[in-house]
């Protein structure tokens, strides 16, 4: 559309785009780095020689980690949390955003819930009182400390509602004409229609549960019971190996940075996988979220 | 410091290396025959016959439950649980079982967690309300749990069941350990005592390095200085790298007792009891951290760290990270307490068999040895209020004690018994004599010099004993025989040589610790030294610190001591 | 056509989550009065002795309180500031950016670290900003350092706040993105026209064009002026930068749950809670009144 660009528009342009490219890879260069390291040689890695290529290329680290128990475990739990949470987070967004999006006249209550949600959201209880109140239902150890607290993720159900109210009205009366009940208008017509912004909702809140590792930490006191998260903020961060005994003869061909590389770069994975899906629904979420206007 | 040893990282991994000084077991039976003792309810787990063997089964320290009972604990060092026989672990052992059958209890574990998130697991489990029935706890926390009424009073207990041994050890304090465990006239918890060997803070370095590099061994902070620059500059590991770390630290410059890579012998060197309370020459208790010679030693460390001597991410490492320089053969130094032999620095010796290390003590300025001690007893068995036999937790121990050191004819189930009894035993704890490391390391000496007859050893010291000549014929050919000799002949030698020490007030440590204002002058505290070390803040806002920390109320509270 | 049955169904369909709101968020509201006393969880609430407000005046007397609150304060707002400001610049630059592949490949490279968690994050940035890392190795071609990143209590906050803007600024462009390209391109064509250069364009079309949203950003990010980010202090401090990267949460963490003062701890979580509703509410009005927001 503009034909007639001048050479220093043209040098302005490459000049931007070059610049831009540069920010976008300088964004990756730690995980590249990352990558590089869990591929070297431990002595070069300790030497501070790693880069963005591996030094002294071998898989010794993953090969590692596909025999460690405690790593496997732990992405166990985390899968399981993120399906059951998932699972509950999908099902009660849906239940949950379905009335609020009605009118008043059809749900008279519907504003003062609203008002309750949104109050929900926006307070935040210190610490002290949420982990007395999870331990008082005797939660601790089990896997709905780590699913239930979280299981109506308000953000999501006005993201949804948004959603839903602006599905056209004549849908809806038809379904109405038809004699649909409530649960027949969810089920056949709102359902249907929403399935964007259901694979939003969903994206974040599997996402959210992947990476959450807090929860973990002090909701789980068997350590058996760690999502990965949480395992590996033990392990990189607090610095607590789960290895002494094997770990002499571990030494002699990794160190615990090669080892931590690798297992950082091993939980990236599922995220890399789907993160495809990720920027392409999360996008559209944060404008349904974020510009309702 | 003092109770803070319990919080830290560092205590735990001590109980498992620190080894249960398996040994030096006193000559006579634990407890006398039981003429004296009514007889107690058979037990359903032990024959009739055994029982008239062993009449000791009957005395109030071993009688068995009348009915089997249950008793639900918590535990650390889960990390290292692979390190337990084949078969065998945490929850279900041999040693535990022989402990199960004996007393008739059934031990169940609430949580197995590592070492390090013990104590946080604990604090947990206290907030959320729903605790063991048996668990070991620090000052603080046996002070809130009997605030509020949550744990027995064990004051009719603790004289009834505990062994002979175990009395005796108490005794050996002067009385300070059930001192330290009694609150408003009761005895709350089971104290411990501490073997007071591991206080003293040594400097561990390899011979090997020092031969190569013509270098003599340390005896001052000056030498220690020297040899660390030399070691940074003169590539002692010859892999044409300037890969190599002078002095190894942690976020913990300061810790009593046994802070691997601590400052610790540093500060004593400059005449400086930082963290411990001790009468000065008016007879006034004061605090060492904020004392005109922590300033000195403090000054020196900034000069050190300045020119590059102290490793310069040591402030942001913990002990695990800093581990990895000596054991990856990066550093050729390591402060620490007489068994670090054990671990670390056995895996030093695992990868790199030249690896020679050997401890030395630092003279203080006037040429002597002195040390700052802190209490024997810093943390305490508790028996959650309401459990129907709040002895059990007395004659756990006892049969403990029997397991280790062979006594009762407890049986000793496991060579490497020293290396996993805090994952074998239900309540890893020790009640010790206090000075029992220097007096072993004088036994095996004399032994040595042919002055003493081995085969008079208990089979615990036999076997440590052979493990000491093993590694003298072939050193360093097996890093456990090693680190044996090591800890137990070179270093405790060096503890029984003699040294000055500078004791902490068991009382002033106790009333500060458990002070509500006690957390934030310890964050201060930590915040500032490891500041001043990195240049962060200069030495000149040393007296800013005292001054705030007077202010916050710590000079209150010394004002109150000394009334 | 409103029937009692769909009212029904509405009310059976919203208990679920009501239920579970309540569980775990109202209930908390109510624990929250062990701030009022000494708590002591062996007593449980109904057993432990009222104190008043001896623990929230307590609270204003320690010198750590108030510190934490302005680390906390002044994190939160320096992260909002320098995101903001390379969220629209990246916006507006990716803008002029004309290869569509080119403009696709980049913001798959930006919004990457938005979906890892902290956790990870923090295992890469401790390896990278170590004394032999790649960040050193970099400033050491410019002769600079090396910088102990971690370790000192000037630069501790701009590490966290420049991480913070490596993680986020993709994904905040995101809606400066959309905002830009629902401006009426005719408006650029008549500039064209007039003999506006590309500086102009953006100058008084492009940014004026986002403003609004800028500003809607702005006023939403007042409720969140005390969350300095607990995930990323928690796994990047250390006790040599509490001075100034110790933050509201990470100290009600220590102090309430590890050092068992838990009525302290709760005291000081309120006082956050309390404020932090005051301040959403300024913002949803801010938002309201400047950028015509609503949230539902």
């Known amino acids: 559309m503009f034909s007639s660009r001048s050479t220093s528009d043209r040098i302005i342009d490459w000049l931007i785009t070059g610049f831009l490219l540069l920010a976008g890879i300088s964004t990756l260069l730690p995980l590249v780095n990352t990558l590089a390291i869990s591929l070297s040689d431990k002595a070069a890695v300790s030497g501070g020689m790693v880069g963005l290529w591996p030094v002294g290329f071998n898989l010794n680290s993953y090969g590692y980690i596909l025999r460690d128990d405690k790593f496997w475990q732990a992405f166990g739990v985390s899968v399981l949390r993120v399906v059951l949470g998932g699972g509950l987070n999908f099902v009660l967004t849906v239940l949950t955003a379905f009335p609020l999006s009605r009118t008043v006249k059809a749900f008279p209550a519907r504003n003062f819930f609203m008002w309750l949600f949104v109050f929900g959201m926006i307070l935040n209880v210190g610490i002290v009182p949420w982990y007395l109140t999870i331990s008082g239902y005797k939660l601790i150890d089990t896997i709905w400390a780590l699913v239930l607290p979280g299981a109506i993720p308000i953000f999501n159900v006005i993201i949804l509602m948004n959603f839903f109210r602006n599905i056209p009205k004549e849908l809806d009366e038809a379904a109405r004409i038809d004699g649909a009940n409530p649960w027949q208008l969810l089920w056949s017509v709102y359902l249907p229609t929403s399935i964007p912004a259901l694979a939003t909702i969903t994206l974040f809140s599997i996402v959210g549960h992947w990476n959450s590792f807090f929860d973990g930490l002090i909701l789980m006191n068997n350590p058996d019971n760690y999502p990965l998260q949480t395992y590996i903020q033990q392990l990189v961060i607090a610095d607590r190996p789960a290895l002494h005994g094997g770990q002499a003869q571990m030494l002699a061909q990794l160190s615990s940075n090669t080892l931590n590389a690798a297992k950082l770069f091993v939980a990236m994975i599922p995220i890399l996988l789907v993160y495809p899906f990720l920027q392409r629904y999360f996008i559209r979420g944060i404008m349904l979220g974020a510009v309702k206007e | 410091m003092i109770r803070r040893a319990l919080l830290t990282p560092v205590l735990l991994v001590t109980l498992l290396a620190v080894v249960l000084s398996a040994c030096a077991g006193p000559a006579q039976p634990a407890q006398a025959p039981a003429a004296e003792q009514a007889a107690q309810p058979a037990a359903t787990a032990v024959p009739a016959d055994v029982l008239a063997a062993q009449p000791w089964r009957q005395t109030d320290a071993y009688s068995p439950l009348p009915e089997r009972a249950s008793l639900v604990l918590v535990k650390g060092g889960q990390e290292n649980a692979s390190l337990m026989p084949e078969g065998e672990s945490i929850e279900d052992n041999r040693a535990l079982q022989y402990i199960e059958d004996t007393l008739n209890v059934d031990v169940t574990f609430a949580w197995v967690v590592p070492s390090d998130s013990y104590s946080d697991k604990l604090n947990l489990s206290i907030a959320s309300g729903d605790i063991p029935d048996v668990m070991t706890v620090d000052a603080i926390q046996m002070q809130q749990l009997t605030e509020a009424g949550a744990i027995e009073d064990l004051t009719p207990y603790v004289e009834k069941y505990a062994n002979a041994d175990i009395l005796a050890n108490w005794e050996q304090t002067g009385g300070v350990a059930l001192q330290a465990a009694t609150i408003d006239g009761k005895i709350m918890g089971i104290p411990n005592v501490q073997p007071q060997a591991d206080a003293p803070i040594m400097v561990w370095v390899r011979q090997d390095w020092l031969d190569k590099l013509g270098l003599a061994a340390p005896e001052t902070v000056d030498d220690v200085e020297a040899i660390a620059k030399a070691f940074i500059e003169q590539d002692p590991d010859g892999n044409g790298a300037a890969d190599t770390i002078g002095l190894t630290g942690t976020t913990n410059p300061v810790q009593v007792p046994s802070n691997l890579h601590g400052f610790d012998a540093i500060f004593n060197a400059y005449g400086a009891f930082p963290e411990l309370f001790y009468r000065n020459a008016d007879g006034e208790i004061v605090y060492g951290s904020i004392q005109p010679e922590t300033k000195e030693a403090l000054t020196r460390l900034a000069a050190m760290y300045q020119a590059g001597i102290i490793d310069p991410e040591f402030a942001t490492k913990d002990g695990d990270k800093a581990n990895e320089i000596v054991v990856g053969g990066r550093g050729g130094i390591m402060m620490g307490p007489w068994w670090i032999s054990w671990w670390p620095l056995a895996d030093s010796v695992n990868n790199d068999p030249n690896a020679d290390w050997q401890p030395f003590m630092i003279k203080d300025k006037n040429g002597n040895y002195t040390f700052g001690m802190g209490d024997y007893t810093y943390s305490f068995v508790v028996v959650k209020k309401g459990y129907p036999h709040p002895e059990i937790a007395l004659k756990i121990l006892n049969v403990q004690n029997d397991l280790s050191y062979g006594l009762n004819d407890a049986p000793q189930y496991y060579p490497n018994f020293n290396e996993i009894w805090t994952l074998l035993f239900p309540i890893p704890f020790l009640i010790e004599q206090p000075y029992v490391v220097e007096r072993m390391a004088t036994e095996y000496q004399e032994a040595l010099d042919g002055t003493r007859d081995p085969e008079a050893f208990s089979e615990a010291m036999k076997l440590e004993y052979g493990q000491i000549q093993s590694d003298i014929a072939a050193p360093r050919s097996d890093s456990s025989n090693w680190a044996t000799r090591m800890a137990r002949l070179d270093a405790a030698k060096l503890l029984a040589g003699g040294y000055d020490e500078v004791r902490t007030d068991p009382v002033a440590s106790r009333v500060f610790s458990t002070d509500p204002t006690w957390p934030a002058l310890q964050k201060l505290e930590e915040e500032t030294f490891l500041q001043i070390i990195t240049g962060a803040k200069s030495i000149d806002d040393f007296d800013a610190f005292v001054e705030e920390w007077n202010n916050s109320g710590g000079a209150a509270l010394l004002e109150k001591m000394n009334q | ?296």
């Open chain 3, 1 to 296: 056509m409103f029937r009692d049955t769909d009212r029904l169904a509405y009310y059976v369909m919203i208990l679920p989550g009501l239920v579970l709101l309540i569980a775990f968020t109202f209930v908390p509201l109510v624990y929250s009065v062990i701030a009022f006393q000494k708590f002591n969880p062996a007593l449980g609430i109904q057993g432990s002795p009222w104190v008043g407000l001896d623990n929230i005046l307590y609270m204003f007397s320690l010198r750590d309180a108030r510190q934490v609150f302005t680390n906390t304060v002044f994190i939160a707002t320096m992260k909002m500031i320098f995101v903001l400001i390379t969220a629209v610049a990246f916006a507006l630059l990716l803008n002029e950016v004309r290869f569509l592949r080119i403009r696709r490949s980049i913001q798959t490279m930006v919004y990457l670290p938005h979906f890892l968690s902290w956790v990870i994050l923090a295992g890469i940035l401790r390896t990278i900003l170590a004394r032999d890392g790649m960040m050193n190795d970099f400033l050491g071609i410019f002769g600079i350092g090396p910088v102990y990143f971690l370790g000192q209590p000037n630069i501790f906050p701009w590490v966290i706040i420049f991480s913070d803007v490596w993680k986020e600024f993709g994904f905040e462009a995101i809606v400066y993105l959309a905002a830009l390209t629902a401006i009426d391109p005719t408006l650029y064509e008549v500039a064209e026209l007039d003999g506006a250069n590309r500086f102009q364009k953006m100058r008084f079309i492009s940014i004026p064009g986002i403003a609004p949203v800028i500003v809607l950003v702005a006023c939403l990010s007042i409720g969140n002026v005390l969350n300095a980010g607990f995930d990323q202090i928690f796994n990047l401090y250390s006790p040599i930068v509490y001075s100034t990267g110790d933050i509201i949460d990470t100290y009600v963490y220590r102090i309430g749950l590890i050092q068992g003062q838990y009525s302290l701890g709760t005291a000081v979580g309120l006082f956050k809670t309390v404020v932090a509703l005051l301040l959403i509410g300024v913002s949803y009005w801010a938002a309201g009144r400047w950028a015509n927001y609503r949230i539902f």
